[in-house]
């Protein structure tokens, strides 16, 4: 059974920086592509980083690129997203996530892709 463990949230303030990490097991890591979605109180899950199996390819969306750098260390399969220059709406619950299915260069953006997930690491910025 694939297991994802998330860690490295916390309470920081706006402007800092922050690196989560995602380990993943009970599968073959190197062939999953991974994501990162966050979810702040009140709203839905959103996107905000991924890196394809191969990590040739890695995906932010326009709110967070430049901010955000999603990279992978398959002998230690885990995943890393860090984050930088921190604002309030950054607030939220982030999630790791395992596409099972995913093509050696694809990154996929949208959660129902995506067949494992963690628990989740609170992040929270304080202005």
């Known amino acids: 059974q694939v297991h994802l463990v998330e860690s490295g949230g916390g309470l920081v303030q706006a402007g800092d920086s922050l690196r989560l990490s995602c380990t993943v097991s009970?599968?073959?890591?190197?062939?999953?592509?991974m994501g990162w979605f966050r979810q702040a109180p009140g709203r839905e899950r959103e996107f905000v980083s991924g890196i394809s199996a191969s990590g040739r390819n890695t995906y932010s969306p326009d709110f967070v690129k430049g901010r955000v750098t999603v990279s992978r260390d398959n002998a230690m399969n885990t995943v890393y997203l860090q984050m930088d220059n921190l604002k309030p709406g950054d607030t939220g619950v982030y999630y790791c996530?395992?596409?099972?299915?995913?093509?050696?260069?694809?990154?996929?953006?949208?959660?129902?892709?995506?067949?494992?997930w963690g628990q989740g690491t609170r992040v929270t910025v304080s202005s």
């Open positions: 996530a395992a596409d099972e299915t995913a093509t050696p260069n694809t990154v996929m953006a949208v959660s129902t892709f995506y067949e494992h």
């Open positions: 009970g599968g073959t890591f190197s062939r999953y592509g």
